[in-house]
């Protein structure tokens, strides 16, 4: 037998969270975060271009809208995974990968809760010769932070950083993130 502490179970309302993303212009909204998993809804970001490296397995749920999952083989080749809306994609931990769907389309996303010591990474590549550009890195303990927008800015507000040292190419900065 064990005794358990109290009873926490939240139960997800998908469209009044995707309607409080669009409304406040939010992209993230964590759902839980407990020792072992975290779990958020994602809004689409238009200007998306980064892989993310993270330790954690990903569960990822294409609620309403397509996803397009770039990612990188081991080999270095750029490939696409299409997760159409109501299926749902399993991907390994420390896949380089790059989640690419509309601002009106929703993921449901669920990972590990990460463990100290753990390092997610975010890397760019040029667009135009595919050379490496910059990385960022992260203790993604909370989602609540949006470590993803924080990885954006620093990159988006260097110059320097976005310029390819092999071809010059510049990647271009949004307007606003
Ligand atoms: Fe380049």
């Given at each position: 037998m064990f005794a358990m502490q109290s009873i926490d179970m939240p139960n997800i309302d998908f469209e009044g969270i995707m309607r409080h993303l669009t409304e406040?212009?939010?992209?993230?909204?964590?759902?839980w975060l407990t020792a072992e998993s975290m779990a958020f809804i994602a809004r689409?970001?238009?200007?998306?271009?980064e892989f993310h490296?993270?330790?954690?397995?990903?569960?990822?749920y294409?609620?309403?809208?397509?996803l397009n999952l770039h990612y990188r083989t081991p080999e270095g080749v750029e490939k696409i995974a299409h997760v159409p809306e109501g299926s749902c994609l399993f991907q390994?931990?420390?896949?380089?990968?790059?989640?690419?769907?509309?601002?009106?389309?929703?993921?449901?996303?669920?990972?590990?809760?990460?463990?100290?010591?753990?390092?997610?990474?975010f890397f760019w590549y040029c667009l135009n010769c595919d050379h490496f550009l910059h990385e960022e890195s992260y203790v993604v303990d909370?989602?609540?932070?949006?470590?993803?927008?924080?990885?954006?800015?620093?990159?988006?507000?260097?110059?320097?950083?976005r310029t390819c040292k092999k071809c010059a190419t510049v990647m271009p900065a949004p307007d606003s993130l």
């Open positions: 406040t212009g939010k992209r993230t909204h964590q759902l689409g970001r238009e200007y998306r271009s490296v993270n330790p954690s397995y990903e569960i990822q294409s609620i309403k809208g397509d390994p931990p420390l896949v380089p990968h790059s989640p690419r769907f509309a601002p009106d389309a929703f993921q449901f996303v669920i990972e590990r809760a990460r463990v100290a010591g753990d390092i997610d990474r909370d989602y609540r932070a949006d470590p993803v927008t924080q990885a954006y800015r620093n990159f988006y507000q260097s110059e320097d950083f």
